[in-house]
């Protein structure tokens, strides 16, 4: 028991670092986890600014209330659900929004939330999310007061049991973040690489980049895309200029050439990076990173799986998003 315990905590461990790996690459997005107020129960009133929540819970997500209740036998979630209770929670956060930063488009972005989650900014509703299994966000631009409070309120319901044929959790499970973005942007998840002729010598790859002009006016920019290997030094660039029309979200093909290409492979997990830069007069205004892997890989009727052109068996498992013991809510720590 104490080895399998050991094992958990060494994944968990490893997890983390990932997940910090990710905030570090990513620097549109602010990590939007620390200090929230929680209060298990239902109350509309919630949603307002002036709502007082002083005798609220003071927490840091990812939260699961279920795992903190009574496992007993007549909860509704029944034993799949782990025979813990559902129930409705509120969370909320205020936050500034520096004045220097009017003009930015300001977006909030949930990685998880179970389930049926209504989201608030300063008293306006944005949305209900049903599904619980899903990452989604909301355009907080329209409504933030600029240099002023801002009230975020989230709304979760999973009072509705049984919903799920294993432990499901409750509340805002993954992680929250806020973007802060020029109106003239890299699209959300908005690269595509793919590598094309590759070997040991060389290989070509080729970048799709989608970009967002949300500005009142066309914009000329030029999109420039380096490749770093894992010293971050550059190996390879795509320089390209062009107008996108104001309201338009347009498509960029570049090509960058790489020599003597390490290869991704199990024994060896090499990524580099590719930096995208817009620039508007010569000034960047967004950045974007995208982890990138070098490897070749197919399918074949007699050897299955070629990974770099070695047979490599493929051990598949379905893993549901419940810890157990520790509840649906995966912490660094």
Same mark, same amino acid.
């Given at each position: 028991?104490?080895?399998?315990?050991?094992?958990?905590?060494?994944?968990?461990?490893?997890?983390?670092?990932?997940?910090?790996?990710?905030?570090?690459?990513?620097?549109?997005?602010?990590?939007?986890?620390?200090?929230?107020?929680?209060?298990?129960?239902?109350?509309?009133?919630?949603?307002?600014?002036?709502?007082?929540?002083?005798?609220?819970?003071?927490?840091?997500?990812?939260?699961?209330?279920?795992?903190?209740?009574?496992?007993?036998?007549?909860?509704?979630?029944?034993?799949?659900?782990?025979?813990?209770?559902?129930?409705?929670?509120?969370?909320?956060?205020?936050?500034?929004?520096?004045?220097?930063?009017?003009?930015?488009?300001?977006?909030?972005?949930?990685?998880?939330?179970?389930?049926?989650?209504?989201?608030?900014?300063?008293?306006?509703?944005?949305?209900?999310?049903?599904?619980?299994?899903?990452?989604?966000?909301?355009?907080?631009?329209?409504?933030?007061?600029?240099?002023?409070?801002?009230?975020?309120?989230?709304?979760?319901?999973?009072?509705?049991?049984?919903?799920?044929?294993?432990?499901?959790?409750?509340?805002?499970?993954?992680?929250?973040?806020?973007?802060?973005?020029?109106?003239?942007?890299?699209?959300?998840?908005?690269?595509?690489?793919?590598?094309?002729?590759?070997?040991?010598?060389? =290989?070509?790859?080729?970048?799709?980049? +989608? !970009?967002?002009?949300? *500005?009142? @006016? &066309?914009?000329? $920019?030029?999109?420039?895309?380096?490749?770093?290997?894992?010293?971050?030094?550059?190996?390879?660039?795509?320089?390209?200029?062009?107008?996108? =029309?104001?309201?338009?979200?347009?498509? +960029? !093909?570049?090509?960058? *050439?790489? @020599? &003597?290409?390490? $290869?991704?492979?199990?024994?060896?997990?090499?990524?580099?990076?590719?930096?995208?830069?817009?620039?508007?007069?010569?000034?960047?205004?967004?950045?974007?990173?995208?982890?990138?892997?070098?490897?070749?890989?197919?399918?074949? @009727?007699?050897?299955?799986?070629?990974?770099?052109?070695?047979?490599?068996?493929?051990?598949?498992?379905?893993?549901?998003?419940?810890?157990?013991?520790?509840?649906?809510?995966?912490?660094?720590?």
């Amino acid at each position: 028991m104490k080895k399998l315990l050991l094992l958990l905590i060494g994944a968990f461990l490893l997890a983390g670092c990932r997940v910090s790996e990710e905030r570090a690459r990513n620097n549109r997005r602010q990590d939007f986890t620390a200090d929230w107020a929680f209060c298990l129960g239902d109350d509309t009133l919630a949603a307002r600014p002036d709502y007082n929540d002083a005798a609220w819970r003071r927490l840091n997500l990812p939260h699961d209330w279920a795992i903190e209740g009574e496992f007993e036998q007549n909860n509704p979630s029944g034993t799949s659900g782990g025979a813990l209770p559902g129930g409705v929670g509120w969370y909320r956060k205020t936050f500034v929004v520096d004045k220097a930063d009017k003009g930015k488009l300001l977006r909030i972005d949930f990685d998880g939330v179970y389930m049926n989650s209504t989201v608030y900014i300063n008293g306006h509703k944005l949305g209900t999310r049903p599904y619980g299994y899903i990452s989604f966000g909301y355009d907080l631009t329209p409504y933030i007061k600029w240099g002023e409070k801002n009230l975020l309120a989230v709304r979760v319901d999973n009072e509705d049991q049984p919903n799920s044929r294993w432990y499901s959790g409750c509340g805002i499970y993954r992680n929250v973040w806020l973007s802060k973005l020029h109106p003239v942007h890299v699209a959300q998840w908005g690269t595509f690489v793919t590598a094309e002729e590759v070997s040991k010598n060389s =290989a070509r790859l080729l970048l799709r980049t +989608t !970009l967002d002009n949300e *500005s009142d @006016a &066309d914009a000329a $920019l030029e999109l420039v895309s380096e490749l770093t290997d894992e010293n971050g030094v550059v190996v390879g660039k795509a320089s390209d200029t062009l107008t996108i =029309a104001k309201g338009i979200r347009h498509e +960029t !093909l570049q090509e960058i *050439s790489v @020599a &003597d290409p390490e $290869l991704w492979s199990i024994e060896r997990p090499y990524l580099y990076n590719i930096k995208t830069e817009v620039r508007l007069a010569g000034k960047t205004v967004d950045t974007y990173d995208t982890p990138y892997g070098i490897r070749t890989f197919c399918f074949n @009727a007699e050897k299955g799986f070629i990974l770099n052109g070695k047979q490599v068996k493929i051990n598949g498992v379905c893993m549901h998003h419940d810890l157990g013991c520790l509840g649906a809510a995966v912490n660094t720590r």
